[in-house]
């Protein structure tokens, strides 16, 4: 007797999913922590990057590591910073190699930086100025635009921003400072 079709598809879709999530209890608990982080974690990244497709990608990303992860995300104080983390690496990796296609002349759409993180009751001057920091922003090194970002956008501690991005807390107050110093300089008036 051979293996009916249909239970072969079954068998294949279930090889397709991550070893955790086989079973129910997994796939309820990763659908509860992408209810209740998935907005956050989008918001996140928002702020780090500026074309909703790449901020989609990396929620998607990072909720697809979680489901490889789901017995260390136990703890919720722990699963907030955890989230962070990985959306923070995403994005630098989204931005490195935005880096890499540029310097090959491989464009990137523009991004419309108000769809993403201007406030809704924004002036049109509030998003110009937002839009002419997102162009410095863009072209700084990435070590140096997540630092400044965390810092400033997302009024993050400096310990934590040395935290998050895995360096010394010399080390964060200097690329936060020279990112500081790049903005001012383009963006000085004189």
């Given at each position: 007797?051979?293996?009916?079709?249909?239970?072969t598809n079954r068998i294949a879709a279930e090889d397709?999913?991550?070893?955790?999530?086989?079973?129910?209890g997994a796939r309820e608990r990763l659908a509860k922590l992408y209810a209740e982080?998935?907005?956050?974690?989008?918001?996140?990244?928002?702020?780090?990057l500026t074309r909703p497709d790449e901020v989609e990608d990396v929620v998607q990303e990072v909720f697809l590591i979680a489901a490889t992860n789901l017995e260390k995300l136990t703890d919720p104080p722990q699963i907030r910073g955890w989230l962070k983390t990985v959306a923070l690496r995403r994005a630098a990796r989204k931005l490195r190699w935005k880096r890499v296609r540029a310097r090959f002349g491989v464009a990137?759409?523009?991004?419309?930086?108000?769809?993403?993180?201007?406030?809704?009751?924004?002036?049109?001057?509030?998003r110009a100025a937002l839009a002419e920091l997102f162009a410095v922003l863009e072209k700084m090194p990435t070590d140096l635009r997540l630092a400044w970002s965390l810092r400033y956008m997302h009024e993050e501690t400096v310990e934590s921003v040395a935290e998050l991005c895995g360096c010394s807390l010399a080390t964060a107050k200097r690329r936060i400072s020279a990112a500081q110093g790049r903005i001012n300089e383009e963006l000085s008036d004189g």
């Open positions: 007797m051979g293996t009916s079709p249909l239970a397709d999913q991550p070893k955790l999530l086989r079973s129910e982080y998935a907005r956050f974690v989008g918001w996140f990244a928002s702020r780090l990137s759409l523009s991004a419309s930086v108000d769809e993403i993180v201007a406030a809704p009751g924004a002036t049109p001057e509030d």
